[in-house]
């Protein structure tokens, strides 16, 4: 009996002890909600608005380098962070949405890395949205020295415009996850901000999509396309981690064949009287043997695509290069009180 009732009791411990290290989600005032925030003592001025906007799309990896690895130095975390600003002053944009960033987290030392970035930029506003986040990540499961430990990372957009609203849409998690795992992992979602630009508001889509489970990823697609229907405007960007292939891209040795995925084709399909595709106008060869992910981009009918571009960095941070978009409104800009009633936010 005795003996049972020890086993019964490291049993609880353990079972404690797993849902203290899950635990430690941060509570938002409202479902959905996102946080909006402002830089301190920014370097650069308010810009006046213009004809065009550029938008750069980035998933910077945490830091960590395109394999994830844990216990790097904080050096080489810091290395890959001054790339990433880098290659974004380097691109001139206005707007950059960001995937899989660190938000003062133990494996990466506690560096916020949206302030850090938008403040080296000097840009002023800042929206994140926490998707993954926990008391204690155990992994690498077999090297505890090496455990990542409190995580709070997720997805963000920072511009040099003001931002106005920023919401979370979560997606559905795989279905065949091992007992008390979705503690641990990542939420799948959509950051829907929008932005003041002189008299125009635009909505930016920031999606991140599930990585290795095409069933998944296809499932969240159709979600996406649901919650975007309803919340699309005119003047509308989509981009993102969508990690979906094309009969044009080369599969990744660990991952689907391309004739499986059906993931873009669900999106545009859906999108199609809503968002258009962006035609990539400007694709260098990526270079062997790192695999990178192509990213795709929608744009609403009030905006008209300038340039789309593959950017290359001199010091890639992730499998995933940027993806830049050159827009100009689709129509000449008006007065306040002139602006058409499709250009106000639903």
């Not at 916020?112 to 690498?140: M, N, S």
């Not at 932005?195 to 999509?209: E, I, Q, S, W």
């Not at 609403?300 to 593959?310: A, I, R, W, Y």
């Not at 100009?328 to 058409?340: D, G, M």
Request: charged letters at 20%; hydrophobic letters at 40%; one cysteine or more.
């Amino acid at each position: 009996m005795l003996e049972v009732v020890a086993v019964l009791s490291v049993l609880l411990l353990l079972l404690g002890a797993v849902l203290w290290a899950g635990g430690g989600k941060t509570l938002h005032e409202a479902q959905g909600s996102g946080i909006i925030e402002t830089i301190p003592g920014a370097l650069e001025a308010l810009p006046p608005p213009t004809e065009e906007l550029v938008v750069l799309s980035y998933s910077i990896a945490y830091g960590l380098g395109d394999s994830h690895q844990h216990g790097v130095e904080p050096a080489t975390v810091y290395d890959r962070l001054d790339a990433v600003i880098e290659t974004i002053a380097a691109s001139g944009a206005d707007v950059v949405l960001l995937q899989e960033v660190d938000f003062a987290s133990c494996r990466t030392y506690d560096i916020d890395q949206l302030q850090y970035i938008a403040a080296a930029l000097g840009w002023g506003f800042v929206a994140r949205v926490i998707t993954w986040e926990c008391r204690y990540l155990p992994l690498p499961f077999w090297a505890p020295q090496r455990h990542a430990g409190r995580l709070r990372a997720g997805q963000g957009v920072m511009s040099r415009y003001p931002l106005v609203q920023n919401t979370r849409q979560r997606l559905s998690q795989p279905l065949a996850q091992p007992l008390l795992s979705s503690l641990f992992s990542p939420y799948r979602t959509v950051q829907m901000v929008d932005m003041h630009c002189g008299d125009r508001t635009v909505r930016f889509l920031n999606v991140h999509l599930e990585p290795r489970d095409t069933v998944t990823r296809q499932r969240q697609a159709q979600e996406l396309v649901a919650f975007v229907r309803h919340v699309a405007t005119p003047n509308c960007v989509l981009m993102g981690a969508l990690n979906c292939a094309t009969s044009a891209d080369t599969a990744r040795p660990d991952g689907p064949a391309v004739s499986q995925d059906r993931t873009l084709d669900i999106i545009t399909s859906g999108l199609r009287d809503r968002l258009r595709m962006v035609t990539e106008m400007h694709s260098p060869s990526l270079p062997e043997p790192l695999y990178y992910c192509r990213e795709h981009a929608l744009v609403g009918p009030g905006l008209q695509t300038l340039e789309t571009q593959v950017v290359m960095p001199d010091e890639p941070v992730s499998d995933h290069p940027p993806l830049l978009l050159r827009l100009r409104w689709a129509l000449p800009l008006v007065t306040q009180n002139q602006s058409p009633h499709h250009e106000h936010l639903c």
